[in-house]
């Protein structure tokens, strides 16, 4: 994981100083992943930068704390895709806008620094997919590599 930001061209943005809350997946969930899709989003920078964009929320002042989670709670993404949060108590989940994509948050509240900024990580079971990719197994998906037209 540590190095798919550099290879999707994302590592200078995190050198501005700007606080962020960043959804990320643990290495079991790249496992979880079908080969082929590892594949094509390691050979795609483009594929590679949306799906990684999707698990990074700026902030205006702090980032998004477990304090602050609530059921429905509606985050824009760095690049600008609606995600929002389910649950409540300790069981939360995030998912992706037209809910396709759904991961499990199994660790809250890691401190970090964006640049001089102060940010916020959640740990996830799950690689979300951004909704206009597509799903892994779909057949016109450009995470599989199907060709169009669909």
């Given at each position: 994981m540590s190095s798919l930001p550099?290879?999707?061209g994302l590592a200078p943005s995190f050198s501005a100083p700007r606080s962020e809350t960043f959804f990320i997946p643990q290495n079991a969930a790249f496992d979880k992943l079908?080969?082929?899709?590892?594949?094509?989003?390691a050979?795609?920078?483009?594929?590679?930068?949306?799906?990684?964009?999707?698990h990074i929320v700026p902030t205006r002042g702090s980032?998004?704390?477990?304090?602050?989670?609530?059921?429905?709670l509606n985050l824009m993404t760095l690049d600008r895709q609606a995600?929002?949060?389910?649950?409540?108590?300790?069981?939360?989940h995030i998912v992706n806008m037209d809910n396709s994509s759904k991961a499990t948050i199994v660790?809250?509240?890691?401190?970090?620094?964006?640049?001089?900024?102060?940010s916020l990580m959640h740990v996830i079971d799950t690689?979300?997919?951004?909704?206009?990719?597509?799903?892994?197994?779909?057949?016109?998906?450009?995470v599989t590599g199907a060709p169009p037209p669909c």
């Open positions: 550099l290879q999707a079908p080969k082929q899709t590892l594949e094509i989003l050979n795609n920078a483009t594929l590679l930068r949306a799906v990684l964009n999707l980032p998004v704390a477990t304090a602050d989670f609530e059921d429905g995600v929002h949060l389910s649950g409540g108590g300790n069981s939360w660790g809250t509240d890691i401190k970090g620094y964006t640049g001089s900024a102060a690689v979300l997919i951004p909704a206009h990719v597509g799903k892994p197994g779909e057949e016109c998906s450009p």
